[in-house]
């Protein structure tokens, strides 16, 4: 991913949220596996704006490579996420979206938790349905299947 795309995707997210793991101010630096590259230094809890702000102030900005020499960063410059000196992890639109909880990925994810715990509540009406009608409860057994049949739909 290049810098300009990983600010446009930036750019296109909620500036206040913030991020259990990303990178902030003064964070950048040349990448260790490729100097002519950026890198960003991890950071807990930073806010989309914070990324968005060090990733900005990067173009057009001279590194030092860890070597030497000075490497200036533009629009077209690979980005990386690593400790300086170290060599880390590309950043690409997957890593992104997982960092930052939005995507399909995140999607699907959220999608199949919610069929499990709707399968998950709908057994446990199942049950006390069953129990109800085994003690013949008379009305009891008719409130505990209107409470299934409500769940049931609301789950939908």
């Known amino acids: 991913m ?3 795309e990983l600010i446009d995707f930036l750019e ?4 206040s949220k913030v991020i259990a793991s990303g990178w902030g101010e003064g964070s950048a630096h040349s990448y260790r596996g490729y100097y002519e590259c950026i890198a960003f230094t991890p ?3 930073v806010t989309i704006a914070e990324m968005l702000a060090e990733a900005n102030s990067a173009i057009g900005q001279t590194f030092e490579g860890y070597k030497g020499g000075n490497f200036v960063m533009g629009p077209h410059t690979d980005c990386y996420l690593a400790e300086y000196g170290s060599c880390g992890s590309e950043l690409s639109l997957p890593l992104l979206e997982v960092m930052c909880g939005v995507g399909p990925m ?3 994810a959220i999608a199949e938790a919610v069929a499990a715990e709707r399968e998950r509540n709908i057994g ?3 049950k006390v349905e069953e129990g109800y009608v085994r003690a013949r409860m008379g009305d009891c057994v008719t409130a505990s299947h209107r409470c299934a049949e ?3 739909s609301a789950a939908k």
């Open 2 to 4: 290049t810098l300009s």
């Open 12 to 15: 296109k997210q909620d500036q």
């Open 43 to 45: 950071k807990v809890n």
């Open 106 to 108: 995140i999607e699907r």
């Open 124 to 126: 446990a009406c199942n």
């Open 150 to 152: 409500a769940i049931r």
